[in-house]
């Protein structure tokens, strides 16, 4: 007799949670504007996040334009050069990939795959949105400001970001400062609700150990991020102060422009000590959330359960306590104390265990499955790819003596954008591949998802690849131009950057074309019916599709199994939906019933 | 003890946390959303503390002029002579006396004691600001004595601009928990906690566990003075 499930029981818990207090909308405002909804929130989110990230991407396209044909385009110069690189990773990494996965697929997917109505403070959470918005304004009017935004690169170091000369120290280092300042406030009251709603708000039945990934990995992330932004918080007061009243946290008694400035007996290290505290949990804030939704995916389009599913919880689990103790693994070049790069390149490679075992898992999971390549199975083995890509090159930059020849050459960021960008980038498009037919009714174009997957998978490796090279070749990143005629950048080193700015280009293309697909479909899709996919999860039982506010119908659905019940030896279907009964659970034997 | 133990079996407070975490529905059994949403804010704001006084301590470390002499800088000048940290006990002791009163009040407000639970709120409150008060005065006095941000008249500048921030940090707390109390106050006199009125900006249902939930802030801010005290005053 085949094995029903994960812990299957008919036992079903009486109920433990009073029914929650929803807020209902009278008026269009309420309903659309100031919803209180979490899915509703988790759209706004969504549409603000893409929306600046296209912005992003704009900026990384002009950034392109001047690194691979330096003479032909007179687009920007040095400084909006430096400004635009900057602007170019700050929105990426904090205003589009935290904000989309915690923000959007936070508030939509964890009420919906706990078995929830709602969040457990909806007004709060409508609140948090309007401080992103609100952030994501600052920071797009630095734009505007007379000086434009800071261009010290996004990591901020001072004494270099609010000394003259470099550009943007009036208004925009105070905007962006602002700016982080109210995304972190808008964050914390989002993320107090995305922990405590998982903890205290499940459904019958629905144990921890029975969640989706997806809502594990965000989870996990939620927890390290409220942990890790009071650090960023605390570095940008700080910054503040030492740019507007004088006050020297960061900065060293200087000579700058002819004249000593007046501050004195400041530590920059300081500022890097903090900024990476933020820093490197923050690369997992971003990849946890991906982690899980790429496992979920894998699983359901693989039609096979995921492997070693208490391994991968706990894998989530080691990793975040870890990326708490390897921050300093970004300054080996900062004149820090040698001793600390022993004990930092240790805690990087033990980092990497938890890791590995989740893209084992994973690869795993494929084994043997009965494997569909529909899109969101492409782009999630996408992530695997690039994801491996980039976490081989973190060996190299982990380790202290690789890391110093390598460090601020174009191996970094050959290796970050195949890690940090590419593998969340490709786990978003995943995603929103799996859910647009939940969120909206409606599938997504499957021809243009083919395109858009093929052009972004194969031009991100025309793109990043080549940089790695271009690192061991030694051509310096944050550079506006390299000169032909430089006896250290090699002709190759010029063919190479027009080579990938013509990827570049291609690829950026191949996004707008999502983007018009996502529009498109809203009205013109292929209708999706409330399963497309025959998953488990509880957001596809649920009564509409899409799901109206309340999210369940009369009664909340009592989950008896694990959401990884594919392929099930002996059952009639491929799949046993979280919310089935073991008894109802029909058999290919009509005979054979579970007892 | 129900359980004996027996050797190689857990203790039952272990179980009892591992059936907790294992378990279906909640993990905090019976303390619906609202206090395990302020214990986590609180322990946000733990690392925002936290990583204040460590910037604190680095930048008093780093810095290459000598640090001012807390005894010194923080005596008032009474009865024509220097009492180091008078001051400061009065404050110190004004802020844990808040704490009694607030914990007071949630016991009567578990009692449904209405109106013994808002007179505490309201000295809590009173506390509070006389706490704020204070610190507002020790402020004017240090920048009488020409404490700036940037430079002081006995060494590193580093003393005015971390004492300003953390205290500064902290007072707002103070203050926006005073604010809270009275407006808490206003809604436990009024019997918003009994008949569940929904509350006039987020419309939730009042309950009488917010007035602990309140506490549970109010005992954080006095704890984190605790530490501001014992690394600016003390060390």
């Known amino acids: 007799m085949a094995e029903l499930g994960h812990d299957a029981t008919s036992y079903a818990p009486p109920r433990e949670q009073p029914e929650m207090e929803l807020p209902h909308s009278h008026s269009f405002w309420t309903t659309y504007v100031f919803s209180q909804d979490a899915k509703t929130i988790a759209i706004q989110y969504s549409v603000t996040a893409i929306s600046v990230g296209l912005l992003a991407l704009l900026l990384s396209i002009l950034i392109r334009l001047q690194l691979g044909f330096p003479n032909t385009f007179s687009l920007i110069d040095p400084s909006t050069y430096l400004q635009y690189v900057t602007m170019h990773g700050m929105i990426m990494v904090v205003y589009l990939l935290t904000a989309l996965f915690l923000g959007g697929f936070g508030n939509y997917f964890i009420p919906l795959m706990i078995g929830a109505r709602d969040m457990a403070f909806p007004w709060l959470n409508m609140l948090s949105f309007w401080f992103y918005f609100v952030s994501v304004l600052i920071l797009v009017a630095s734009f505007f400001v007379p000086g434009g935004p800071t261009g010290a690169g996004w990591t901020l170091y001072p004494p270099q970001l609010i000394s003259e000369g470099t550009p943007g120290i009036h208004g925009g280092v105070i905007l962006m400062m602002v700016s982080l300042g109210v995304f972190i406030a808008g964050f914390t009251m989002g993320g107090l609700n995305y922990v405590v709603t998982i903890l205290q708000y499940r459904t019958r039945g629905m144990t921890l150990m029975r969640m989706p990934l997806t809502i594990w990995g965000i989870f996990m992330a939620t927890l390290l991020a409220l942990l890790a932004f009071p650090a960023l918080l ?16 960061f900065m060293p008694a200087m000579f700058s422009m002819g004249e000593q400035l007046p501050h004195e007996g400041g530590s920059p290290l300081l500022f890097q000590h903090l900024f990476w505290f933020f820093g490197h949990p923050e690369v997992y804030i971003v990849a946890l959330p991906a982690f899980g939704v790429v496992s979920d995916i894998l699983a359901t389009h693989a039609r096979r359960n995921i492997f070693g599913y208490r391994m991968m919880v706990w894998a989530l689990i080691a990793i975040g306590g870890l990326s708490f103790v390897v921050w300093a693994h970004h300054m080996y070049v900062s004149g820090m104390n040698p001793y600390f790069g022993f004990l930092f390149a240790t805690t990087t490679l033990i980092i990497a265990v938890p890791t590995a075992i989740k893209v084992y898992n994973w690869v795993l999971t494929l084994w043997h499955g009965n494997i569909r390549l529909e899109i969101p199975m492409l782009f999630a083995i996408g992530f695997i790819f690039t994801f491996i890509n980039g976490g081989m090159t973190g060996l190299f930059l982990g380790n202290v003596t690789v890391d110093v020849p ?42 243009m998802g083919k395109i858009h997957f093929w052009v972004t998978f194969i031009g991100a490796y025309a793109i990043f690849l080549p940089m790695h090279y271009l690192g061991l070749a030694g051509v310096p990143r944050r ?21 990938i700015t013509v990827a570049a280009v291609l690829v950026a293309a191949a996004q707008l074309m999502f983007i018009y697909n996502l529009i498109r479909s809203r009205k013109h899709g292929k209708e999706a019916g409330p399963n497309p996919w025959n998953a488990n999860t509880l957001e596809w039982q649920t009564e509409h599709t899409p799901p ?40 290919i034997d009509e005979g054979v019933r579970r007892t | 003890m129900a359980e004996s133990a027996s050797p190689g079996t857990p203790p039952p407070g272990f179980t009892g946390i591992v059936s907790d975490w294992s378990s279906d529905q909640t993990t905090f059994k019976g303390a619906g959303w609202g206090k395990p949403m302020m214990w986590l804010f609180i322990l946000s704001d733990i690392f925002i503390f936290g990583m204040f006084l460590l910037g604190y301590m680095a930048a008093r470390m780093s810095t290459t002029d000598p640090w001012p002499d807390a005894s010194a800088v923080f005596a008032l000048n009474m009865f024509g002579m220097q009492i180091p940290l008078l001051l400061i006990a009065i404050m110190t002791f004004i802020l844990i006396s808040s704490s009694g009163t607030m914990a007071l009040a949630v016991k009567y407000g578990y009692e449904r004691n209405r109106k013994v639970c808002g007179r505490l709120i309201l000295a809590t409150a009173a506390l509070g600001a006389v706490f704020v008060g204070m610190q507002a005065f ?33 007072g707002t707390h103070v203050t926006i928990g005073v604010i809270a109390l009275l407006y808490m106050y206003r809604k436990v006199m009024r019997g918003d906690l009994d008949d569940g009125r929904p509350g006039a900006v987020t419309g939730r249902k009042g309950r009488w566990e917010m007035v602990e939930i309140l506490g549970l802030y109010w005992h954080f801010v006095d704890l984190v003075w605790v530490f501001i005290f014992a690394f600016f005053y003390l060390w």
């Open chain 1, 234 to 249: 605390v570095a940008a007061l700080m910054v503040l102060l030492d740019h507007l009243a004088g006050t020297s946290f």
């Open chain 1, 406 to 447: 390598l460090a601020d050459t174009y191996f970094v960021v050959g290796h970050f954008h195949m890690v940090m960008a590419l593998a969340p980038v490709m786990t978003i498009f995943a995603a929103i591949y799996h859910w647009y037919p939940k969120i909206t009714g409606r599938m997504l174009h499957e021809g």
């Open chain 1, 479 to 499: 550079y506006y131009a390299y000169g032909e005629s430089s006896p250290f950048i090699g002709e190759s080193v010029v063919t190479l950057n027009a080579f």
């Open chain 1, 548 to 587: 109206t506010h309340g999210n369940f119908g009369k009664e909340l659905p009592v989950v008896y199994r694990w959401p990884y019940d594919y392929g099930v030896p002996g059952a009639k279907y491929d799949f046993i939906p979280q919310n089935v009964p073991p008894e109802e659970v029909e058999m």
């Open chain 2, 138 to 170: 020790e402020w004017s006095i240090l920048i009488a004595d020409g404490v700036r941000p940037w430079a002081n008249p006995w060494g590193a500048a580093q003393f005015g601009a971390t004492f300003f921030l953390i205290t500064g940090f902290h």
